[in-house]
Structures are given as C-alpha cells and as structure tokens.
C-alpha cells in the first residue's frame, strides 16, 4: 500500500485557529507585529503509513475544526503511539496544547516535532510560530526575541 499523504497549510491552521478561537481562555501578550505569512507554496505533507492513523488524523482534524480540542488531542495522542516519529502529529498535537492554554506543552511539542524534522523547512517554520506565540503567552521576551530570530532564519533560506 501506497503512502496516504494529506496537505495542510504550513502556519496558517495555527494563526487561523488561535484567532478564531480567541485565544481560548489564552491570554498571550499583545504581538507587537503579525507573524509573517507562509508563502503559498509551502505546504506540509503528512506521510501516513496505516489508514488507521489517517482515520485518527480525519477525527482529529473534525474535532479541531468544531473546538471541541480535547477529543482532537485523543485522537492525535492515539495517531502518534502508532506512528510516533512523524512530526506533523507532533506539531498538531503542540497547536492544540497552545490552543488549550498549555503553552509549556506546546512549546515541548513543537521542539519535538522540530527534532523528528530537520529536513523540513516549512514545518520547522511552522513549529517556531508555536513556539513563538507560547512564549508570548507565558511573557518570555527573551524567548520570543530568541523564536523569531529563528523564524527570520527560516525565511532567509526559503527565500522569503
């Protein structure tokens, strides 16, 4: 059997998420500029290997698009004890975290999924806006100076 592959939108599902959700209960500290927007070429493909990890990343995704965040984070938890090296779970499950108003989680999350994907740019680009945003929510400028130095880097070698 072929490898399942399913586009999402690189940043953009984070940014759409934590807006329309208004914050949820997160109360980060004001942005000083909007993050930069992913070009619309940059997409990140999830490489399922069983349809029953599909079949949790579809439930998944149903239940982050209706808020309700706790089944979606189930879901995503049961995907990666099946496939626990695929770092697109990792960084949805991270998205969810900081939309739960867990930005320590989110942040560990995001770092993970950064480990398991070296190779991707987008996804790394991806990861660093969580991690930005939980560091804004839990008031670390430091370490937001530090996320967006990362995410500058991102974009100079994507060429941005």
């Avoid at 059997?1 to 914050?23: D, E, H, N, P, Y």
Wanted: proline share 8%.
């Amino acid at each position: 059997m072929g490898i399942t592959q399913l586009r999402i939108w690189a940043g953009t599902s984070l940014l759409v998420l934590f807006v329309a959700a208004g914050g949820y209960g997160c109360a980060p500290a004001p942005v000083s500029e909007p993050p930069p927007e992913p070009k619309p070429g940059d997409d990140i493909r999830l490489g399922v290997e069983s349809p029953q990890v599909m079949a949790l990343w579809r439930d998944a995704e149903v239940a982050r698009q209706t808020r309700d965040y706790s089944r979606a984070t189930v879901r995503l938890e049961q995907a990666i004890r099946m496939e626990p090296g695929n770092p697109v779970l990792w960084s949805r499950l991270a998205e969810l975290r900081l939309l739960q108003n867990e930005p320590g989680q989110a942040e560990n999350l995001a770092a993970k999924s950064n480990a398991l994907s070296s190779a991707n740019p987008s996804l790394r680009y991806r990861n660093w806006l969580i991690i930005r945003h939980a560091r804004e929510a839990r008031d670390d400028q430091e370490g937001v100076d530090i996320a967006q130095r990362e995410l500058d880097k991102l974009q100079d070698r994507t060429g941005e």
